[in-house]
């Protein structure tokens, strides 16, 4: 079973910056894919930044340039910064991971961390 750990959010004023992180914790653990998706209210979640095995990342056009997402120094730690945030981006935000089992991939979700652009 693997469990993430998510760190970060929290209020910041339009324009502002915050820095979310999360780690995966499970025995042997090989990670495809670590990313962050998000749940604005009254709406679908969304996928926001993705990070792949060979550092390859995928962002949410409303997020890209002002988004990065990158792995941790620690194993199994992914990273977002997020920078000249918006309105709209008020949001719970949760990290998700795609890993091998050895027989099959599985995901995992975290609780989710709460992200508030408000002046």
């Known amino acids: 079973q693997v469990q993430l750990v998510e760190s970060g959010g929290g209020l910041v004023q339009p324009g502002g910056s915050l820095s979310l992180s999360c780690a995966a914790n499970?025995?042997?653990?090989?990670?495809?894919?670590m990313g962050w998706y998000r749940r604005a209210p009254g709406k679908e979640r969304e996928s926001v930044a993705l990070i792949g095995t060979e550092d390859t990342t995928n962002y949410a056009e409303s997020v890209k340039g002002r988004f990065t997402i990158s792995r941790g120094n620690a194993e199994n730690t992914v990273h977002l910064q997020m920078n000249s945030l918006k309105v709209g981006a008020t949001a719970v935000y949760y990290c998700h991971v795609v890993y091998w089992t050895g027989t099959s991939y599985e995901s995992s979700w975290g609780q989710g961390t709460q992200v508030t652009v408000s002046s």
């Open positions: 499970g025995s042997r653990l090989s990670v495809n894919i």
